[in-house]
């Protein structure tokens, strides 16, 4: 075991998660919480497997960085795991290690962004249900009196009157990580016009409002315009789940269910299908 002397301090992993938060990064934060000795120690490992801190044991170490792949990949917030979980069936000398120690996995990312392009009644709907759930939100609108303050006096929705649909675009979704833009303007070329901003950029997640019909002309002039094809079947169009939607706050609720699935992982079926297997 190492001397717990020699572990990071609290302060060095608070600066490792800054780091991770400015660079618009994702970590996981591994804290032993059941052991022998040591409860309280602290490893951050990064996506690029940069780690800071220790949990006391580089046998531990190890395993724990090994296994943050697969943390994330669930895109679970939190969970608790024992240390024989962890090690499955890897080849290692566990030594002293206890296998029935606990160790906490938490998720560190920047807060979830969500762009909306169109102030009109769906996107005005989703600005508000976004940012009540947590969504740093962006509204934007090429009509001024569309995203006037005194329409939503939240300050902490972003508003912003664009004169040009992609340059504003491509200022607010940056590198794309943590990044879900939903497209719901007034028409055919407004969505072009944003739908090309948006591919160019890559956000995590593309959502385009509209009936099949009205997609499909959007999208088949992206695909003649030289755009990806793989990446365009990943645009979800028409957006949002199936939950019969008819008011605009209803449409709302339907796309922001399917941001929140696709960031967790969630499959959008009821949860209440096992009793009918």
């Known amino acids: 075991m190492h001397d717990s002397s020699k572990l990071s301090s609290p302060q060095a992993i608070l600066r490792a998660v800054a780091r991770v938060l400015e660079n618009n990064s994702i970590a996981a934060l591994a804290t032993l919480v059941e052991a022998e000795s040591n409860v309280g120690a602290k490893l951050l490992v990064d996506e690029r497997d940069e780690r800071t801190g220790s949990l006391s044991d580089s046998v531990l170490d190890d395993a724990v ?26 080849e290692r000398a566990l030594g002293s290690l206890e296998t029935d120690a606990r160790i ?5 990312e920047p807060e979830p962004r969500l762009i909306i392009c169109g102030a009109g009644h769906v996107g005005a709907s989703l600005a508000r249900l976004a940012r009540f759930i947590g969504y740093r939100t962006t509204l934007i609108d090429d009509r001024a009196d569309f995203v006037a303050r005194e329409r939503f006096p939240d300050e902490e929705i972003e508003l912003i009157a664009a004169s040009n649909w992609a340059d504003a675009l ?11 833009v939903a497209v719901v303007t007034r028409g055919h070329n407004e969505d072009e016009e944003c739908m090309r901003a948006v591919m160019a950029a890559r956000p995590d997640y593309v959502g385009l409002i509209g009936s099949k019909r009205r997609t499909n002309i959007v999208l088949e002039r992206l695909h003649d315009a030289g755009f990806d094809e793989e990446r365009l079947r990943e645009v979800r169009a028409p957006v949002g789940l199936d939950i019969g939607a008819v008011s605009p706050q209803e449409v709302a609720l339907s796309i922001l269910a399917e941001i929140v699935a696709e960031r967790r992982g969630g499959s959008g079926r009821p949860l209440s299908d096992w009793r009918r297997t």
Request: glycine share 12%; proline share 0%.
């Open 65 to 90: 960085a090994t296994f943050t792949k697969t943390f994330l990949q669930s895109r679970a917030g939190a969970r608790t795991f024992k240390l024989e979980e962890i090690i499955g069936q890897q």
């Open 104 to 108: 906490l996995f938490e998720r560190i």
């Open 170 to 180: 491509r200022e607010k979704i940056g590198a794309g990580r943590g990044v879900s």
